[in-house]
């Protein structure tokens, strides 16, 4: 009986810790870790930043697209961010939006 009782509470306990790891604050450190790695790497002076586009588990990525311009006087830029969850390391690149 007192197995049962202790099996019974390991169980609740961790659903719990599952169901804390996927809680709305949890989601927003990560976006917000996210967003200022892939803000602080592009060395954009004031950039606008997309929603979070968030990759199933077996990718392991966040991506943020930015527009901006890094220094005065220079022409807008499209960058794609891929933000590592695992590493906490950010991936930048350029992009055109359809040909332009």
Not at 14 to 23: C, G, K, L
Not at 40 to 48: H, K, L, Y
């Amino acid at each position: 009986m007192l197995k049962r009782i202790a099996f019974a509470l390991l169980s609740v306990l961790s659903t719990a810790a599952v169901a804390n790891a996927s809680s709305d604050s949890a989601w927003n450190a990560l976006f917000a870790k996210a967003n200022g790695t892939c803000i602080g790497q592009s060395r954009m002076d004031t950039p606008e930043a997309s929603a979070p586009v968030v990759f199933d588990d077996s990718v392991g990525k966040i991506a943020v697209m930015l527009r901006g311009k890094v220094g005065k006087n220079k022409p807008t830029v499209n960058l794609i961010c891929l933000y590592d969850k695992k590493t906490g390391k950010a991936s930048l690149e350029e992009f055109r939006w359809l040909g332009k």
